[in-house]
């Protein structure tokens, strides 16, 4: 930001296929930047042991979950494994008003339907791929609390998410988490630089003529 | 880069008014990753004491420089004060076939000519502007080798220089040195990290898919 006026607030779209550090990512660049606010999903899926409402989700019934698509109250929703999940608007509408940017943890679907959506011009977009498919399983049974079963239901759509990775803007190989988290973070510094991002340049050259004019 | 192929090498555009910290940030740049090609450029003008040609400038006679410009040699240029300044073509399309990124340090002509020329859609422009015009103006100053006259030229050329940082794709206020170059790092990096510069992704993709088959 370089004046009075508020940068323009991002929509930044983070996906991958589970176990491929996404969620690591989105930690990392939290604490990173507190200013940056985290969409927090609404589901129709019930809560899993110590998951609170508001924070790891806002949880919904199908009915209430409708009600909020009908009147507009979703920037995107999507139906995964029988239930629904999607992106309140309210709150992203509310972070950009405060030259605020919002991140999107979200699947192919919720990528798509953001960058389609009102505020999609200020949508940025970031798919990362796991090293190799060995590794991603790998990390997809060291989470203990999964069976057999979903992991293998996880591997399925870990292939359907991948096959959209040419949807996005900026692709990483997360190979190392580190490494991959530095690209990360030199993606959002440079989009909040673009000069369509920056309104108060305007304002600032103007300053510039009025010296040149009082010279 | 994440496979065998090289990744698309950028066209690297820096502007600023002079005195604003081009050169500066374009020589750290050049530090920071010497696999970066800076494109020397071709001027009719006389060498000044000290510079070598082929470091500073390719030093031309209008005849030659003319005849370079005829035969399709240059991306771009442009008349300034009376002389002929120009970016040869040859290096470039040499080093993007290399992968390597080509650094430009040139004024809004130059600017726009290499957007539009046939290598434009690789190119990324970032404009530099100083944080007063005061401060630019000491800094013209401090270089001591330059008349009062030569001084008011470049005040003026700078005047004109600035009215085209709305072209540029990003905008940096040079206001501290480190903090403007690592801002030009992050955008740089980020750039790299774009999907359509990392043409070796689509065999790494393929490769992921081949292990999922066979699991």
Known sequence: MTHGQPRRGLLLILSSPSGAGKSTMARMLMAWDPTIRFSV??????????????QHYWFHD???????????????HAEVFGNFYGSPRAPV??????????????????????RNSALGKDAVSVFILPPSIAELEN?????????AEVIAGRMAKSRDEISHWAEY????????????????????????????RQPGLNDFVRDLNTEFEAR
Chains 1, 2 share one sequence.
């Not at 991959?180 to 440079?190: E, G, N, P, S, W």
Request: net charge negative; no cysteine; glycine share 10%.
């Open 139 to 147: 990390r997809l049974k060291g989470r203990a609390q999964d069976s």
């Open 62 to 76: 199908h009915d209430s979950f409708r009600a909020l698509v009908a009147s507009g109250g979703m920037l995107e």
């Open 93 to 114: 509408e509310q972070a950009m008003s405060e030259g605020r940017d919002t991140l999107f943890d979200v699947d192919w679907q919720g990528g798509q339907q953001i």
């Open 169 to 196: 803007d900026y692709v990483l190989v997360n190979r190392e988490v580190d490494e991959t988290f530095a690209d990360l973070k030199a993606i959002v510094t440079a989009e909040r630089l673009r000069r369509d």
């Open 41 to 54: 999903s609404a589901t129709t899926r019930k809560p899993r042991p110590g998951e609170v409402h508001g």
